[in-house]
């Protein structure tokens, strides 16, 4: 009789029964052993030996005793934020936004720097550059960092780590995913959509929680969405769903794409395209009167009220309005959400700006779906698209069974 396969079986559960307790303990925490038994459907006694192997291993750790419900208090149970610690960035043109995270989802240290990023080679070394020094300035343990995320513009498979395509970045076929785990010793990495991580942020942290069905509109450098069905992230058949951007809203004539098309809905609703247009409508007097440099416009500048007030400007900003209304008809009527949450520096316009796109989008829905979808701006204060390169990191060390040895 041959018994290797009952014993591999046996070595399976074990691992995907302690994966299960550590999850849940990082999702319920603080909860009680009982209250794990009744949440993994695992014996009692089981139970305990995974929570004992935990708390030896400096994983999980005991924090006080919880109400008593007839006999002795229970004692609670929760991950250890210093068990292990994730490093996350986001990648946006000419910018590299890096942190370290605890396993408590709390920012130890951040960096942000300008930079070109037209080579990858020159990105992921200064990502690199980055990741030194932030654990040189919290002193942490280099070897306790354990995963990396990635949020970045682009096509992106996944599954390899690869950006396919991205006209923000300028790259083609780049495997960001083994080039940066080669630069920082090894840790594994995770890469994914910007706008996806950052719609994965909003249900984890922000306007979206509680919500099953969603779409995240990044309004930013790079216009895209983020669409969540039933809690997961919706990539399509290679992962590159969500790239409203490159859709022609203009069929001739219209402006110039990064992509090299004409009449993206990027190219007219896109921070540059927004910024290039104020440069035009406004003579250089009204940018020189409240002490601004028109060559180094942001768009921090224009939502100023004494900009975003001035006749030209509210029309610019009407006009992105209504085309991104228009473009969120059509994700309603495809993906029936419950939620669409603005995001970027655009959704930052004021609520005229809101107003429009909930109006135009009406208009262009069937009476039937009017009203189905709430649509609100992201009120998160952390940059949202780096926090979902830290949950995804989270999500990927959590799948994994030891962490040490």
Not at 316 to 342: K, M, R, Y
Request: aromatic fraction near 6%.
């Amino acid at each position: 009789m041959n018994n290797k396969g009952n014993a591999s079986n046996s070595k399976d559960i074990k691992r995907l029964n302690r994966i299960l307790v550590r999850n849940i303990i990082r999702k319920l925490g603080p909860i009680a052993r009982y209250e794990l038994a009744k949440e993994t459907g695992l014996t009692p006694p089981t139970v305990t030996v995974i929570v004992n192997e935990l708390i030896s291993d400096g994983v999980v750790l005991e924090v006080g005793h919880g109400e008593s419900s007839g006999g002795r208090r229970p004692v609670m149970l929760e991950i250890n934020p210093q068990a292990a610690y994730i490093f996350a960035l986001r990648l946006q043109r000419d910018e590299v936004v890096t942190a370290l995270f605890n396993l408590k989802g709390d920012i130890l240290s951040h960096h942000k720097r300008v930079i070109d990023t037209a080579a990858p080679e020159r990105v992921v070394e200064a990502v690199g550059n980055s990741f030194d020094w932030l654990i040189e300035d919290t002193g942490i343990d280099r070897e306790k960092v354990l995963c990396c995320g990635v949020a970045s513009p682009g096509l992106i498979n996944t599954q390899r780590g690869v950006i396919g395509h991205s006209s923000n970045l300028k790259w083609d076929r780049v495997p960001l995913g083994a080039m940066l785990s080669k630069r920082l010793y090894g840790i594994p990495v995770h890469v994914e959509n910007i706008s996806n991580a950052a719609a994965l942020a909003e249900k984890e942290y922000g306007c979206g929680r509680g919500y099953h069905d969603l779409i995240y509109l990044n309004l930013s450098v790079g216009v895209g969405a983020g669409i969540i069905i039933e809690d997961k992230i919706y990539g399509g058949s290679k992962g590159y769903a969500g790239e409203i951007g490159h859709i022609a809203v203009i069929s001739e004539n219209g402006p110039e794409c990064a992509c090299g098309r004409l009449g993206c809905l990027e190219a007219i609703c896109g921070v540059r395209a927004i910024i290039e247009r104020v440069k035009e409508a406004l003579p250089d007097a009204v940018f020189e009167s409240y002490g601004l440099n028109k060559n180094k416009l942001s768009m921090d500048d224009i939502i100023f009220p004494p900009i975003l007030e001035t006749k030209e400007v509210e029309g610019i900003f009407q006009e992105a309005g209504n085309w991104v209304g228009f473009i969120l008809a059509h994700l309603v009527s495809i993906f029936n959400p419950e939620l669409i949450i603005l995001g970027g520096e655009l959704s930052k316009a004021g609520p005229k700006f809101l107003a429009t796109v909930v109006e135009k989008m009406n208009k262009n829905l069937l009476k039937e779906l009017v009203g189905t979808a709430k649509v609100v701006c992201s009120n998160m204060k952390d940059d949202p698209a780096l926090i979902g390169a830290y949950v995804l990191a989270l999500e990927m060390l959590f799948s994994i069974e030891k962490w040490y040895g």
